[in-house]
């Protein structure tokens, strides 16, 4: 079995429900000043919120930034959904 994943920033981590579509993780940063960016990854070969790291450091310090893994990345579960079809 393989080893699970760390954190792929320096950032809290949080988990938001998709309803019946399970949930994702996401990291946010400490800021809550300015105008909220969110950040995606790709969904190459081995993505995560890894990487928009150097985007996510470079913006985090002056405005709210919010980088989910999408389902079945990083830290993100893999989601059935509504049809089961995992």
């Given amino acids: 079995m393989a080893a699970a994943l760390g954190p792929a920033l ?3 981590v949080i988990n938001l ?16 000043q300015g105008r909220p960016l969110v950040l ?10 890894l990487e928009v790291k150097p985007l996510f450091n470079a913006f985090a310090p002056a405005r ?5 893994d999408l389902p079945g990345f990083g830290l993100s579960p893999r989601s059935c959904g509504i049809s089961n079809m995992c």
């Avoid at 429900?17 to 809550?32: C, V």
Wanted: glycine letters at 6%.
């Fill in 17 to 32: 429900k998709l309803g019946e579509r399970g949930e994702i993780a996401a990291y946010m940063s400490e800021s809550n």
């Fill in 64 to 68: 709210p930034v919010y980088t989910p």
């Fill in 40 to 49: 995606l990854h790709s969904i190459n070969a081995a993505p995560s919120a």
């Fill in 10 to 12: 320096e950032a809290t």
